[in-house]
């Protein structure tokens, strides 16, 4: 199906209105899955014209999406990955997590970025950063579409190799998100170490319930579960 390419819109943008001059775009993978960790990549690519076919990496099939990833790591002006693990989501909640993720990411750049471009609607980042939303900014913003290759490659990579030793679970080919396979596993074997164990699919799971971890809040709040899918999916 036939796409808008992404385009340096928001970075003139925020260039022209604010005086930014290092502009990192951000995305996330990770947080709808039920094992592995949270990933988001944060990427400067100036203004310069992308590799060709650049979009958001969920539009991308597997090879072409590798193949882009490559050539995005050599293309970008700098690029940073960072990692919130599923013993950091159970403690911390998804929001958290993100944020943390983010901001490991941010902070491993060369060059501290001026403002960030965050995909969705949501600003998980907050102080002291100098944040533009843009919903699907995976496939109208350079920046963020770039982030979004490389972080899904990237994790899609780990996953793999996470699960060599745990090869009924398939996260060489579900990178850790529900599936038929990954359902059919938990059910057999339980949770592995990589799975996050607060999550509501372990509500459906009696003999393995007893793993499930309750996150306690002292301000009463209660635990996230936006993007967590349950046993029936």
């Known amino acids: 199906m036939p796409y808008e390419p992404p385009t340096h819109t928001v970075e003139r943008s ?13 995305d996330e993978v990770g947080r ?5 960790p949270v990933t988001v990549c944060a990427a400067v690519t100036g203004l310069r014209r992308p590799p060709e076919g650049l979009t958001d ?3 991308l099939t597997v090879r072409r999406r590798t193949a882009l ?3 995005l790591e050599e293309w970008v002006t700098a690029y940073a990955l960072g990692h919130a693990s599923p013993e950091e989501i159970d403690r911390l909640g998804m929001t958290a997590a993100l944020r943390l993720a983010a901001v490991r990411a941010l902070e491993a ?3 501290r970025p001026d403002a960030v471009i965050l995909d969705g609607k949501h600003d998980y980042l907050g102080d002291p950063w100098q944040v533009r939303t843009v919903i699907k900014g995976d496939r109208s913003c350079i920046a963020v579409a770039a982030a979004s290759v490389i972080a899904k490659v990237r994790r899609d990579k780990m996953m793999a190799e ?3 030793g745990h090869a009924d679970f398939g996260f060489a080919a579900n990178a850790g998100y529900p599936s038929p396979v990954h359902k ?5 074997r ?3 170490p990589y799975h996050r164990l607060s999550w509501a699919y372990l509500d459906a799971l009696p003999q393995w319930r007893h793993l499930k971890k309750a996150r306690s809040w002292a301000d009463g709040n209660v635990p996230e579960i936006e993007g967590q899918l349950g046993f029936d999916f």
Request: no cysteine; proline share 5%.
């Open 69 to 71: 990833a490559v050539e």
């Open 162 to 164: 996470l699960g060599v």
């Open 14 to 26: 925020l260039r022209a209105t604010t005086g930014a001059k290092v502009i990192a775009g951000v």
């Open 190 to 192: 339980g949770p592995t």
């Open 57 to 59: 990496s969920k539009l």
């Open 109 to 111: 750049l060369p060059v």
């Open 184 to 188: 059919a596993a938990l059910e057999e």
């Open 32 to 36: 709808g899955a039920w094992a592995g």
